[in-house]
C-alpha cells in the first residue's frame, strides 16, 4: 500500500493531467504541429478535428478561390434584384463579403470544388430567400418579437435589446448573438444591433451561423440546411412555400455557378 506521500504525488499527477487536459481542450497554443483544433476546442488529427469549421492547424482546405466563384456578376445579379428603395442595396457587398471569409478559411473550401461551388449556391439561396435577395437588413416586425430564451443563463438578455432577425441569414436569439459576439468580436448581447449596422460583421456574423450550424450537413442534401436554419417553422410540411422559395433560389444558382444540385432538396 502506497505511502501518504506517494499519494499525494500521485493525486498531483492526476490533476496536473486533468488541467492539462482542459487547457487540451481549448486549443490556444496546445495543439502540436501536426494537430488541428476543431470545432469543439479538442487537438487530434483526420477529418473531425481538420475538417469542417477546424479552428487552427493544418486545417483541410481544398484551395478553391472563392473570389473566382462569386464573382462581380453573381453577387451582382443577386443585389441587382432588390427595389432601389431597398436599405439592403447599400449595406451589402461581395467586398464586404470577401472580406468577412478572411475570419473564416474553411468556408466552401472542404471536399471537391463542385462541392464548394454548391455550398456557396446554397448558402446565398438562404441569404436571398432571408433578406428578399439583400432588400432587408433587419426582420420585418422583428422588434415585436421575443428571441430571449432565459433558459440559456449563460447569455443573459438585456431588457432594453432585441435579438431579432438581422444581416443576410437574420441571426436570431440571445444565444446566437451571444456566441457569435464572443467568436468574431463585438458585443452581441448588448449591442445586437452591430449586426445591422455594420456590414462587415453582419455577414461574419451570418457566415458564423452558418459554418457552426449548417456547414457539416451539406453532404445530406440542401434538405439538411433548411433544416438547420428554420426546421422548426418550415419542415416537414409545416411551411412548404417557403421550403419551395429556398430550393427555387438553391437550384438556381447551382445552374448559374456550372453545379448539380444534388438529391434530398426539401426536408
Sequence with gaps: MANSTTKTSFIAIILAG???GMAMAQCGNTCSPDQCCSRFGFCGTGSDYCGVNCRGGPCVNNG???ADIVTPEFFNGILSQAASTCVGRNFYSRGVFLDALGSFTQFARTGSVEDSRREIAAFFAHASHETGRFCHIEEEG???QDYCDERRTEYPCNPSKGYYGRGPL????NYNYGQ???DIGFDGLGTPETVANDPLISFKAAIWYWMNNVASVMNQGFGATIRAINGDLECDGKDTAK???RV???TQYCSQLGVASGDNLRC
Design 64 to 66: 478553391v478561390s472563392i
Design 18 to 20: 486533468v488541467v492539462a
Design 170 to 173: 437574420q441571426l436570431t436569439w
Design 243 to 245: 421550403v419551395e422559395s
Design 142 to 144: 422583428g422588434a415585436s
Design 180 to 182: 457569435a459576439g464572443s
Design 248 to 250: 427555387n433560389l438553391f
